[in-house]
């Protein structure tokens, strides 16, 4: 079987981490970890900075704090609150070995994100906090529409081939004065 060409690897491996970040990133934009009776927990969420009104990416992540070797719990139970009010909470099965969901927080302010971590018979409990910044305000780009563009770029190919095709044809003709 031949190898494949350097560049068909290099190409695919581009294409690989490009498209497909969840599969190659291990952790999300922010977050930490806590050692909790003998486990570390890993919680990560995504965007940074969170936002109210937009939607987040919240994962939790289990490992045996001394091997560091990935454990499966059997579910996984969130509360999402602030000093108010709950304005979250559920009990999560994970499929592959961590629990990963989107969630909108729904005003700014400080969460406090607890976390129940069930493995076999063992209870794992962890508190993280995070705060929720205002929504932020989308600035609509200022510019040429994208077709002025697409024009543009038609208009340079065409001159290029005439500039290619002028100098073809002037090889042989000499200016006069």
């Keep these: ?3 494949l060409p350097r560049a068909v690897f290099l190409l ?3 294409f690989f981490f490009v498209f497909f970040p969840p599969f ?3 952790h ?8 909790a009776g003998g486990y570390l927990v890993d919680f990560g969420y995504s965007p940074l900075p969170l936002a109210a009104g937009v939607k987040s990416v919240i994962a939790f992540n ?3 704090a001394s ?3 990935v454990v499966s719990p059997d579910k996984v139970w969130v509360r999402i609150s602030t000093g108010e009010e709950v304005v979250f909470a559920g009990t999560f099965q994970p499929e592959v070995k961590h629990v990963v969901f989107t969630y909108v927080f729904p005003k700014p302010g400080n969460y406090a994100i607890d976390t129940t971590l069930n493995v076999a018979n063992e209870s794992i409990p962890a508190s993280f906090n995070v705060t929720v910044q205002p929504q932020f305000k989308t600035v609509k780009a200022v510019g040429l529409p994208p077709d002025f563009y697409a024009v543009a770029a038609t208009f340079f190919v065409l001159a290029l081939v005439a500039s290619v095709i002028v100098q073809k044809f002037s090889k042989g003709k000499k200016l006069s004065n």
């Design 1 to 3: 079987m031949k190898a």
């Design 28 to 35: 999300l934009e922010g977050g930490n970890d806590v050692v």
């Design 67 to 69: 091997s560091g070797k």
């Design 12 to 14: 695919f491996t581009a």
């Design 24 to 26: 190659v990133s291990a």
């Design 62 to 64: 289990l490992a045996n």
